[in-house]
């Protein structure tokens, strides 16, 4: 792990949870250390260790953090918080429009997430993704007439428009059943969950729905670990089961949540998160069950988060450029599939090829 990546874990560790290194920090590269947390989507937290590690003394007086870098770290910490704001306001007036309609609005990952966050402002948020219970296609035509929007439904399994300029993900469901057989089965569960209570909170006086919890733990796992298969994951996705176990631990069922991820040949990647909860972000150790330690997997799925093994990234042009590239991708990560699917390469390779036919336009997304 080159230093860059360890100073990274040391301020997540301290931003996140208040862990002290036993020695000041000496030859940090703070302008590499941006960089690097800004790729991993956590430079926010990343702020919030320095502050932590400079009140503590716990940075050499010989290796401060550059005024230049210094600012413009404070810059892309305001712009996320900005970002953050915007969206929430959209997310009260979605929650207000639909909820005059009669349409319940749960919030998935995103927002829900930053509020396991000890600074919600600091968890950053691409897009909003809802689900309507049901009343997607509704929800959709609410959208077109209040707002005036846009609805693109050229996806598989959720549309997308724009409220303020903020990108809204309405699902249909919540795994994409046309990428992966087994996702069929796991999506009912996930429905059959939402038949459970739901965590209501209040948005600007809005009422928003979370997921319920033992619903949003096995959402969170198999979105981390699709991604992961898929193309990588970074920091941000470990940081959000930390911070979702440090808020929840004591009431997640593990019994059922373990029994799920073993039918789906999930237990591996599972028990890889909750070390790494601990590991990387400094979590108690009582936050998380009895896992089974597999150095090797944790280790190198750690070694891909932050120098994945395929690094290329997607060429521009013609559709033959663009499946080429999708075809060395998805073969040099079936390792990763391997992990985290039950289902064969052979089998997902003929419904991802279905999949795309059905839905053109996703071959170059």
């Known amino acids: 792990m080159r230093h860059s990546e360890e100073i990274l874990l040391t301020l997540l560790r301290a931003g996140l949870c208040g862990v002290i290194p036993e020695t000041p920090l000496r030859g940090v590269r703070w302008a590499e250390v941006l960089h690097l947390a800004q790729r991993q989507d956590v430079a926010a937290v990343a702020w919030q260790g320095v502050e932590t590690l400079v009140r503590e003394g716990a940075v050499a007086e010989d290796n401060p ?132 209570q739901s965590e209501v909170v209040d948005v600007d006086g809005a009422k928003v729905f979370l997921p319920p919890l033992n619903m949003h733990a096995l959402f969170l796992v198999r979105h981390a670990a699709a991604h992961f298969a898929a193309v990588e994951i970074v920091l941000r996705h470990i940081v959000d089961w930390a911070m979702f176990l440090s808020r929840y631990h004591n009431d997640i069922d593990w019994q059922w949540l373990y029994s799920i991820c073993r039918e789906h040949k999930m237990d591996k990647f599972l028990d890889a998160l909750n070390v790494l909860a601990v590991e990387v972000c400094g979590i108690d150790e009582a936050y998380i069950p009895v896992v089974t330690r597999r150095r090797d997997i944790e280790q190198r799925i750690l070694r891909d988060i932050l120098s994945p093994e395929f690094s290329e990234k997607q060429p521009e042009g013609g559709v033959v450029r663009v499946v080429w590239y999708k075809w060395r991708r998805w073969w040099a990560n079936r390792w990763k599939h391997q992990l985290v699917y039950r289902d064969s390469l052979a089998t997902t390779l003929l419904t991802q090829v279905r999949s795309h036919l059905l839905k053109p336009t996703t071959i170059r997304r």
């Open 65 to 196: 953090i550059d005024k230049a870098t210094k600012l413009q770290w404070a810059y892309v910490v305001e712009r996320g918080v900005k970002r953050y704001r915007k969206q929430r306001r959209v997310i009260t007036r979605l929650a207000e429009v639909f909820g005059a309609e009669g349409i319940k609005m749960m919030i998935l990952k995103g927002y829900g997430l930053s509020l396991c966050y000890s600074t919600p402002e600091y968890r950053p948020c691409v897009d909003v993704d809802i689900w309507l219970y049901g009343e997607q296609h509704r929800g959709d035509a609410v959208v077109r007439e209040v707002f005036g929007a846009k609805v693109e439904d050229d996806r598989h399994h959720h549309t997308v428009f724009y409220v303020d300029g903020v990108m809204i993900e309405n699902h249909f469901d919540f795994l994409n059943i046309h990428s992966h057989l087994s996702n069929r089965d796991l999506e009912r569960e996930l429905l059959r969950c939402t038949e459970e």
